[in-house]
């Protein structure tokens, strides 16, 4: 049987440590160099994509943004096509990934570069889970189906103009209004128990998704004030602030 020198044990242990120092470097420069291929937001103004820049920001991931600016009518212009079929925003690409819609891209950004930062206590993961496809699929469709009944008769020929207002108001008071104030009077009641939606000292997933839902009721006047102290509180962080100055003009967030 072969047997060590005291000598060159130790070298050998040397060299096992350096040689896992290298592997680790290695790993380090690797995941350094798919940083540096830079993910990139393809951010379109006054949209969705703005929570995008926001979650990146708290995070500290490197990102560039590529801009699209609204079309006069507001639609998305067609430029877009080219990153997204659907030509909508907000859309990422991640070397050889492209990812829409904003709650795949929020799960996508932490599951990749969260580092546990962004998680949830584990008394709030239902609460996570849940708002963060809560804003989506419930709440920001009674927001945009107000939004449309407020612009259809805005952008109808001025002869019938008054008559189709007198029309949409009134499906709006009885489609769309009783449905907010459901909505609204929900989050308020989870927002006077909490600081963010899944509770803990800092945004999680669900915060990120449900925030231009929140800004739009806080502008419009129609959060109650435990959801407005909750959309003043993430405005003021940091992050929020860096992402609003990268990403340009968006409606719903406070003059820098």
């Known amino acids: 049987m072969f047997t060590q020198s005291p000598a060159i044990h130790r070298l050998s242990q040397k060299l096992l440590k350096a040689r896992s120092s290298i592997h680790s470097h290695c790993h380090l420069l690797k995941r350094r160099s798919a940083l540096l291929t830079m993910l990139t937001v393809h951010h379109l103004n006054n949209s969705r994509s703005q929570r995008i820049l926001w979650l990146l920001e708290e995070l500290e991931v490197p990102y560039e943004i590529k801009k699209y600016y609204r ?9 877009l096509l080219a990153v997204n079929p659907l030509g909508k925003a907000p859309v990422i690409t ?3 990934i492209n990812i829409a ?8 950004i932490i599951e990749k570069y969260g580092q546990g930062k962004i998680s949830p206590p584990l008394e709030g993961a239902i609460d996570d889970l849940y708002f963060l496809h809560y804003a989506e699929g419930t709440l920001m469709p009674i927001l945009v189906q107000k939004l449309i009944f407020s612009l259809v008769p805005a952008r109808s020929p001025w002869l019938i103009r008054w008559f189709l207002k007198i029309i949409f108001d009134e499906l709006a008071r009885k489609i769309v209004e009783p449905e907010l104030k459901k909505n609204v009077d929900m989050i308020e009641s989870h927002l006077v128990k909490k600081d963010w939606l899944a509770g803990g000292s800092g945004p999680t997933a669900a915060d990120f998704s449900m925030s231009m839902c929140l800004e739009a009721l806080k502008q419009e006047k129609i959060a109650h004030p435990a959801t407005v102290a909750y959309v003043k509180r993430l405005q003021a962080r940091p992050a929020y602030r860096r992402a ?6 968006y409606s719903y967030g406070p003059k820098l």
């Open 94 to 96: 991640d070397g050889e």
């Open 101 to 108: 819609e904003s709650g795949a891209i929020i799960e996508y």
């Open 244 to 249: 609003l100055m990268k990403g340009g003009e």
């Open 71 to 79: 079309l006069p009518s507001m639609l998305a212009p067609p430029e």
